[in-house]
C-alpha cells in the first residue's frame, strides 16, 4: 500500500509569488490535514479537509488556502508569498471517520522563499 | 491555546544509554501521541496512549500517560543509531476528539555521540 505522496518535494519561489503543493493520500484514508514545520515555530497545524469539506482550521491567515478533490487528493496554496513562508510543508492522512485514528505523513515539500 | 513543553530540548548520549523525556501541556490532554522524525522525513508515530496512567511499550520504546492528564513520558532503553531523530509529542485539539487536528510539542533532538 503506498504511502502519502507529497510533490514537489523541493520549491524556491520569490516574494510575492504564490505556490500550489499537492498530496496524495494513502488509498482509502479521506482525511487530509496540513501541517507548517519551520525551525522557531515547531509544526503547526494549517487545516483538515475531509470529503471535499474543510473541517478544522488553524491560526493561519488567509494567504493560506486549500482544497480536496472527489479522490480525497488535496492541494494546499499559499499566496503572496513572504520569506516567513519558508518552511517544510505536511501532508498527512487519516481514514477520518472515528476515533483515536492514526494520521501517516508525507514526507513533506521544502518551500524555500527568496 | 494549547501549548506543550517537552524537555529536554536536546539530548546527547552515547550508544547504549537509556533515554527518558517529558511533555507538559498548560491543558488536559485525552490522547497523547509520540512520533520520530528523521531528518528530510515526516514524523512517524510511536506510540498512542489513551487512558489517564497507561503505560504502553513498543520495543524498547516505553511511554506513559500521566495521570494529571497534562503530561507525558517517553523512554528509550538501550539507545542505538537509529534512534537519532527528533522526538515529538502531540495530542489532538480538533472540535472532533479524532487525531486530524495535532498540537505538537517543541520536539526533543536525540543525538548519539560515537
Known amino acids: 500500500k503506498a504511502g502519502v505522496t507529497q510533490t514537489p518535494r523541493y520549491l524556491i519561489k520569490t516574494r510575492g509569488q504564490q505556490v500550489t503543493l499537492s498530496c496524495s493520500p494513502i488509498?482509502?484514508?479521506?482525511?487530509v490535514s496540513w501541517y507548517q514545520q519551520t525551525p522557531g515555530q515547531g509544526l503547526q497545524f494549517l487545516f483538515e479537509?475531509?470529503?471535499?469539506?474543510?473541517?478544522n482550521k488553524g491560526n493561519f491567515p488567509g494567504r493560506f488556502s486549500g482544497r480536496q478533490f472527489s479522490n480525497s487528493r488535496s492541494e494546499m496554496n499559499v499566496s503572496t508569498l513572504e520569506l516567513g513562508d519558508s518552511a517544510l510543508y505536511l501532508c498527512a492522512s487519516s481514514l477520518g471517520t472515528g476515533l483515536n485514528e492514526k494520521l501517516f505523513f508525507g514526507s513533506g515539500t521544502q518551500l524555500s522563499v527568496l | 491555546g494549547q501549548q506543550l513543553n517537552q524537555s529536554p530540548q536536546s539530548m546527547f548520549i552515547q550508544e547504549g544509554e537509556d533515554v527518558s523525556m517529558n511533555c507538559t501541556s498548560s491543558s488536559i490532554f485525552n490522547t497523547w501521541l509520540w512520533y520520530k522524525q528523521d531528518p528530510g522525513e515526516g514524523p512517524v508515530l510511536l506510540i498512542a496512549l489513551y487512558k489517564a496512567g497507561e503505560l504502553t511499550s513498543n520495543g524498547r520504546l516505553t511511554a506513559q500517560f500521566g495521570i494529571t492528564r497534562k503530561d507525558s513520558f517517553l523512554n528509550i532503553s538501550a539507545s542505538i543509531p537509529s534512534d537519532v531523530g527528533i522526538y515529538f509529542c502531540?495530542?489532538?485539539?480538533?472540535?472532533?476528539?479524532?487525531?486530524?487536528?495535532?498540537?505538537f510539542g517543541t520536539g526533543t533532538r536525540l543525538t548519539i555521540i560515537p
Open positions: 502531540a495530542g489532538p485539539s480538533g472540535i472532533r476528539a479524532g487525531n486530524e487536528k495535532l498540537t
Open positions: 479537509y475531509f470529503s471535499e469539506t474543510q473541517r
Open positions: 488509498s482509502g484514508h479521506r482525511s
